[in-house]
DNA sequence: GATGAATGAGATTTCATTCAT
DNA sequence: CATGAATGAAATCTCATTCAT
């Protein structure tokens, strides 16, 4: 007599997505709970009997996001043997995983927005990023033993250079394209970008800078490739 | 008599003063137009003669913030001989200003949440973007005619790529503090971050890479000045 | 406990016939939501729990009071063998209908303030008519048939008469007291009205305009009876 | 200096014809102090100058709305020899002077609706109907003088007959459309209908009924002249 | 686990009216 | 006469949350 044969994990599952999508799209404070139900098929007591509170669905939202982009990073063969393919790979995954998650930069967003009062409490979110600064780590050294790289690199320099060019150029779509009166949503607009920011990265790291400059043909023009 | 100490236009600012704060602080839908008011003195509903709704302030206050951050900008004198000491300029006043107005980044965060919805209508901060791309391109253009910098620099591509490397330091400082598990807080971090991002800009600019790589020392770590 | 007393299909009922007071007394602008909620002891968000919108409590309380005049309408035995008869006592029923639901008058007035706005959205209200043209059809028919009535009548001519007869008088009641400067109110002077309006019809449809005219003494003063 | 020549007069016939309009159109709750003076091209300040508050600005309409309908009736010439001639005259003109002015109709009802309140109010409104009752009077006494028009007619039920007959048909016009499912707003239609009033009133006051009867064509349906 | 009904606080917005000049 | 600015009360509507079953 069970309404459906909808098994619990199914349905949290399904409360998540619809939850990511609906926070990540109008934040928190616009985020309105009656829709994530309605949009479940799930009646609102569902989501306070799982959650506890539209706080702690958020949190849990929160966390979920987390869990797929490092899942999706995961099964990245990074630790490969050679350091310059490891990085691009990196930085393409970077790039790809924002540009393939849209409620993930929003909910990040959200999160600075409230000066990380939730992603504190979340020891489960905290643990997801090592593995991310580990795998940077282990690439840079290798890179260096290899003579590669230079030595003395910072991780975490490193890491904030890769993730503002990949994240600013998605999360800022929209004011960056009036600004700069361009399109940033084409294919060949956000491949430019990707190889541009690939050849920064590089030319950062690497001993010999001249070495990595023409490697690649750089990105010239966003604006040419749109027209 | 005792109303009468303020003329309106002075009351206009100090509610989109205020807007700004709120918008900034929460967000569009979080804000609230009885708070804002309460923090003017002034009665809910000369927001509403100013504005006319919720939808118009959160518009004019972020024109306002636009014609701030411009103003800032305005009386730098990017134009100096120097290209490469223009380029300097451009970037830490690019940082300082965004650091500063800390209103700003939200609200530029806003708009992109609302994909561009509010700042479409508005000519006003359209025409505000265009001196900025305006200037970076003079710069370039002066400096590849000094033999500096590179030919064929697409001003979109750069301004693209100092904004991200200023924008996002800031904007999601909370998570990437944890990421990192560090203190992107600190004076010094912060010298140090437009330290690093005014090398790898100018890396990218210059005709002979190398010439450049030497002019300052790099910022190695960041944790370890934070320390 | 205690809460529980009144079961949905209930409150709903009482929210209605509230609605239609409240509506019918001061118009759709004029009416309060806070006051209907007030007066049947719920909340204000019930309201728009159950109905919506101001306006689509309004609709409801159009389509209640329609079912009310005709269900009032319905158990009329106007098919009645005999016509005259039978057509006495649709415009009585008409009369009595309207004097004892005083909120219908207003109700339809709005409706005309509004040029039909709403009433042309329900379907349900568009069905209820249908019944009543039916019947007076019938009954002309009948007495054509039977010699008693003109042929060649219009249903929506002799409903319009009657109906102009039966509801100004009630409708227009203060202005025409002022303008009369008489009693409008009074049994005696509604009562002589009636018959007169029965007196005017009647005398259209028959065949023999004579032959009516006798049938009773026909109401030559309202003023002398008022006294 | 003046702001324009704009004599007060003038002003203040203008702002009375457009709160006619405003208040004809939504009624006194729905009607915006605001609307009226924008429209006007007036500060709101001037209506409470002229006329105090809403309320007084209400009454000033509705006197101002007799004091035209009536000046459309004064210069009938319904004393004219003919009684029979007269009646027409003035149930055309009757019905002529409500469809010319739909506010009047809608303020009258608005009066209604509030149970004569502030008509009671208006010595001058309740002067401005005897003419009309005069008239009448005299038109059926000269009638039954010549031996055309019964003795006894009660001029109050031969107004209110009328009345009925030319102000429902206009006033009800969307909700009877429906009931009806017909046209009443066609020239044809009203044409018909005004002689349907016309046949039905003097077939009420003659004498000899019969006599009327066949003056003119009776409207036999009006749907068929809507086809 | 699941639901429809209910709630209370509060959100945005409106409006007649008045004040100061 | 005339105006822009201001006000306070109240109107419609929303929302996270809980209760009773």
Redesign the interface.
Known sequence: MARRSSDPARVREKILKLAMEEFG??????ARVDRIAERCNVSKNMLYYYFKSKEGLFVAALERMYEGIRAQQRDLSVRASDPLLAMEQLIEHTFVALESNPHAI?L??E???H??KY??KSKR??DL?SP??ETLSFILERGCRDGIFRS???P??V???L???C???L??????????N?DLSSVSSRKQ?LQ?VTN?VL??CVAD??AT?DRKPN??????SAS
Chains 1, 2, 3, 4 share one sequence.
Do not use: C, M
């Open positions: 799209r109008i934040g928190f404070e616009g929003r990040l967003n999160e600075n927005k000066r990380g992603i504190r979110i905290r990023y991310l600064v003395g690199l910072d975490a320099v890491y904030l250079t993730s503002s060019l994240y600013h150029y999360s800022n779509q929209y004011t960056l394209e009036i600004a700069l361009t970008w541009h920064i030319q950062y800078p001249s400059l990105a010239r023009s966003l604006a040419a």
